[in-house]
């Protein structure tokens, strides 16, 4: 469970450092918005989610508690889930 490899999302909440966890994880490939192709408009995901193209869910819920452990920051939730279809609004 949770290993096939997709698109996923991963929501979090942190007890500090949200702009080093959310670098941290950029770096990791992983984005804070989406681009539909032949569409200018850029779609912004909330300030504590992000997606990655090819990760399992699980490997989501590994890089959040690798990246918290290493910036020494408590991870108080996360989610991580395979995304399939997207409704959008901002």
């Not at 909330?46 to 020494?72: F, I």
Request: a positive charge; glycine letters at 6%.
């Amino acid at each position: 469970m949770g290993t096939t490899v997709g698109l996923i999302l991963i929501s979090y909440d942190v007890s500090d450092k949200n702009k080093e966890v959310k670098d941290a994880l950029i770096a990791l490939g992983y984005k804070e918005s989406w681009k539909n192709a032949g569409n200018e408009k850029i779609y912004h995901l909330p300030n504590t989610t992000l997606w990655h193209q090819s990760k399992s869910s699980k490997q989501g819920l590994v890089d959040m508690q690798s990246v918290c452990k290493n910036l020494k920051v408590k991870l108080e939730k996360a989610v991580s889930v395979k995304a399939t279809e997207f409704v959008w609004f901002n």
